[in-house]
């Protein structure tokens, strides 16, 4: 399943964003950043100890199902006695969350997290982005991995002069994707479509921001 | 315009070219002085474009320079800071200012270099930079549109022969030449024996492979490139060579390395040329020059 993967901004940041503003509701949700451990019941429950500390006042806080789902409106609707006594929302959820609660509630929000990609979890713990969504997908001549996304530079042609054992020159963890990409081709018998020179990428599958309407017909 | 360093190419002759690097500023005096230094020696020299993701003076400004000093310039162009428009229009100034030989690179992430916060941009990678250099000579743009006046390139790519693992760079290169590569640098080259074998494969297609060179300045800095620059063997033997120099001889040891290695790929003629790569000593490449013999 897919999944928006997450990570805690400092807190040195957040007392930046928070400056001012005292009196703070905190909203968790109980999807993605539950899973990532960034916004769960635990992080919550955390984060409100650590703003006491800091003397700010906390008027509530509440771990919803689905943060970016448009039920939540509904669902911060029974709080929303302690959510107009506070200055702010502390929103931990990934920002998918943080908008869709924006947009509902009408109030200052402040991001508890960055969201750092759409992806999967690919190992207990470990999350990886998969697809950057490009709106023009070429990897039926990749052998099904995506050099878009798993290429740090995107390439379409073929390794940079960074490969290193297979791995990716920002990153010796991080596997180099036309290595992936050769030896899935050369298992398929396909290495052909590896030498075919690709002309440049098609940047404009859907521009940003991105829309997309079922036609009636 | 078949510039001279094409000539050359086309001669036959053994090539020399190196590298010069643009400051880091705009004190040009080090730069004027190692092109005053080289122009007549070599046979054309590189203008590193932000090399290693660093931010300096540009390679185009580097190029020009050496044009207006009487030298061949060798305009490197990554793919990491400009968008397909903005490498277009660079190729047409240089081909307007004379510059007509050009290195096509993808660039080095910009997390290697000193803004790494920059975006890096990537719309193009070196194969299809050398195709667009193609499509620019045939008088039309990559949108398709025609120019008023079209530009002519000598282009040129680089390989890695020692990378691991090597096939993919080697459909890599391949594809570089069937993009228009009508020379190639190669990284740098300590093995001659592996670099021997990689040459019997590319001898098969028509491209001029000059031979990479790295200037060894000290053991430290063999190591640091080993464990740092991908497809870079500094095999061991050579690191205790340097490391054995008496103190203060380890770059007259380096040159001697460096001659040595030059020497013995020019007398059994393994391949076009040599890339010298005196990094930040670029004084000392005719004393390179002198210790393999050469002189241009
Ligand atoms: S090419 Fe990659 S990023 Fe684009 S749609 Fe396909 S999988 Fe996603
Ligand atoms: S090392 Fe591989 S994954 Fe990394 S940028 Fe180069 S080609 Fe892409």
Redesign the interface.
Known sequence: MIRSITKPKSIEEIERLLDGLNRIFIIGCGTCVTLTHTGGAPEVAAMKEILLESGKLVTGQIVVPVACDNLTSEILNEEMGKIEQADVLLIMTCAFGVQTVSSQLKKMVVPALDTLFIGKETAYGQFNEICTQCGTCIIGETGGICPVTNCHKGLVNGPCGGTNQGKCEIDSNKDCAWTLIYNRLMELGRLDSMRKLQGPRNFLGEPTPGKYEISKS | MISSFKKALDSGKFIITCEVAPPKGINLEKTAHHIELLKDKVDAMNLTDHQSSVMRYPSLGGALMVKEMGGEPILQMTCRDRN?LALQGDLLFAASRGIHNVLCL?G??V??GDHKTAK?V???????LL??IRTLEKGKD?GGNDLDGSPAFCAGA???PE???I???L??F??KI??GAEFIQT?AVFDLDKFKSFMEYARQFPVKILVGIILLTSAPMARFMNKNI??VNVPQPLIDEIAQAPKGGAIAKGIKIAGRMIKTIHAENICDGVHIMAIGKEELVPDIMAAADLTS
């Open positions: 397909r993808t080095d992430s997390m290697l890096g990537f719309d193009l990678e070196s194969s299809q195709a667009a990559l680089i390989v890695t990378a691991n693992p096939e993919p760079q459909i890599k391949e594809k069937e993009a990284q991908a497809g």
